[in-house]
């Protein structure tokens, strides 16, 4: 097969003519055209994130200025409910200290007329306690009946306890004067020397006594040396007497009425 050169020089010469021209008129404007729009591309997209940064920071202030207010919103309120609960703690108090006076002006009322009461009851009772106590022991007062009475503070003597018997035994020690003794009746001989005896052994010591008539000493026998005492008489009981009225007094007694505050 015989090739023709000549053709094929000329097929090469349009090939290259043909290449020239796709660049020159094709090629170029196609790349120039797709460099143009890539580069607007990219500047839509620069200005569309500079809108979503521009937006962004307008919601984060927006955002800020939002909390800002709820923060200032909650700061008053919780202003207002601390105003509010001072001012409901500072009615409260004054009702209560209002109710607690009145309760202690009503108590101090009652106290006044429970003391008055109890003090005209027992007023009333000694002196009743005490008239026939005095008319039933002067009809009965004998020489037997005085010496029960003087065995009977005998008897209390030696059974001091020791807590009662240790201040009234330094009291003797430590007094300079004789130890009294008070009754209301002259004590026989016998029983002055009973007493005596029964203090020396009690306390270990020759004690030095003194005995008195008192017609205070209701129907009893006290011996005091020092300011300590120790005494067997009527009074004692009507002491108890007097007690007892009054815890009975105190129990029945109306409880003072107590307000009920929040």
Partial sequence: MLID??????QAVNFLLLVWLLKRFL??????AIDAREKRI?????????KQAEAQKERDAFQTKTKA?????QTFLDQAQGEAKAERELLLSEVRAEGDALRAK?????QGD????????????REEVYGIARKALADLATASLEER?????????????????????EALRTSSEPAVVHSAFEISPEQKAAIQTALNESFSAEIPVRFEIDPATLCGVELTANGQKIAWNLADYLAALESRIGTLFDSQAPASPQAALP
Avoid at 114 to 125: M, P, Q, T, W, Y
Wanted: net charge positive.
């Fill in 106 to 110: 009503q108590d101090k009322a009652l």
């Fill in 149 to 169: 009475i003087g065995a009977a503070f005998l008897l209390r003597l030696k059974e001091m306890k020791s807590d009662a018997k240790a201040p009234l035994a």
């Fill in 69 to 73: 207010l709820d923060d200032q919103r």
């Fill in 42 to 50: 990219a500047a839509e997209l620069a200005d569309a994130a500079a």
């Fill in 114 to 125: 429970r003391i008055r009461l109890s003090g005209e009851i027992v007023r009333l009772a």
């Fill in 27 to 32: 090629y170029k404007p196609v790349l120039s």
């Fill in 5 to 10: 050169w000549f053709t094929v020089a000329a």
